[in-house]
């Protein structure tokens, strides 16, 4: 099966905009994260669109799609599915739970405990799920789009560093402009534009996206730019946690997808740098000194890559 690879990412970013108003470029990186195979980590305030993001991204690539509300009595196995023995066949049959579906949007994350959040490690870090001896693998494309408040934390059980570090990016939404959410106001007056989305894109089609980001030629020079970036965060003073080698693969996915998008394929420096922040801010912890000095995350990101040599393209 053969596609026209840009056109076929200008499909998905044109049908989402009707819907997501005024943000093409957080669009944009959402399609990244799924071309490059990955879980999505938004956090913002609510109201801001996180829940339409999901649900758009699966109506125009007519995916399965489930949503999990997380809090704090949620089970694991309300996730990932339970066994129920069946009398006529004297067996035990494996009931599947919401997390089989192409995606799966986990509202409010950080609501779950830290015994729920787990029952996602594994079907984030192997695309399987093992429940007793039998493992079963998740239809592709498999992705989770996961949401949570940034400002509220009443209620709220901080996602542990192995979760976060499953998730291939962490994007917020923010406000939109004025002028923007005149537009809303008018778009969604009478019906919510979200009912007349169609698919524009068959599962198939992104499959075959994915294949072809992990094509994308990556040099010498960019492995060394990568790895630079990964350990000046690994023995950085204002750090008490740097990059693991999961994040450094990160950081390689999704510049090898913003090749792509850009319609080539090789990765340039640029595609490395512009990246940084979304895909390793939440991998990194900052020491308690750095944050009393008002180092955040991003700015410690920040001074990394201008010390950094941008290798010649």
């Known amino acids: ?94 009931k599947k739970g919401p997390i089989f579906a192409n995606l799966v949007l986990a509202d409010e994350i950080n609501r779950a405990t830290a015994k729920t959040q787990s029952a996602l490690l594994q079907v984030m870090g192997e695309n399987s799920l093992t429940e007793w001896n039998t493992s079963y693998e998740l239809e592709p494309p498999f992705m989770i789009i996961a949401t949570q408040n940034s400002i509220e934390y009443e209620g709220t059980f901080r996602l542990p560093e192995a979760q976060l570090d499953r998730f291939l990016v962490k994007i917020s939404i923010g406000y939109p402009s004025k002028d923007h959410e005149e537009i809303i106001l008018k778009t969604y007056r009478e019906s919510d534009p979200i009912d007349k989305v169609k698919k524009v894109v068959s599962k198939e089609e992104v499959i075959l996206l994915q294949k072809k980001c992990r094509q994308i030629y990556v040099s010498d020079k960019i492995y060394k730019y990568i790895l630079d970036i990964a350990y000046k965060t690994r023995y950085n003073s204002n750090l008490i946690l740097g990059v693991s080698p999961r994040g450094s693969l990160a950081l390689q996915r999704i510049a090898q997808a913003s090749a792509l998008i850009s319609g080539r394929d090789f990765v340039i420096p640029e595609d490395v740098k512009n990246n940084v922040i979304m895909t390793l801010s939440h991998r990194i912890i900052p020491s308690q000194t750095a944050l009393i000095n008002k180092f955040t995350s991003e700015k410690i990101l920040q001074d990394i890559l201008r010390s950094s040599i941008i290798p010649e393209s």
Not at 8 to 15: E, H
Not at 42 to 57: C, M, Q, R, Y
């Open 1 to 94: 099966m053969e596609i026209n690879y840009i056109s076929t990412l200008n499909k998905i970013l044109s049908s989402m905009s009707e819907v997501i108003i005024g943000k093409s470029e957080v669009i944009i990186d959402l399609i990244k994260a799924l071309i490059a195979n990955g879980h999505v980590l938004i956090e913002d305030v609510p109201g801001v669109g996180k829940t339409t993001f999901a649900k758009s991204l699966a109506k125009c690539l007519d995916l399965s799609f489930n949503r999990i509300q997380f809090t704090p009595d949620l089970l694991p196995t309300d996730i990932t599915g339970v066994s129920v023995y069946n009398p006529k066949t004297l067996n035990f049959e494996f």
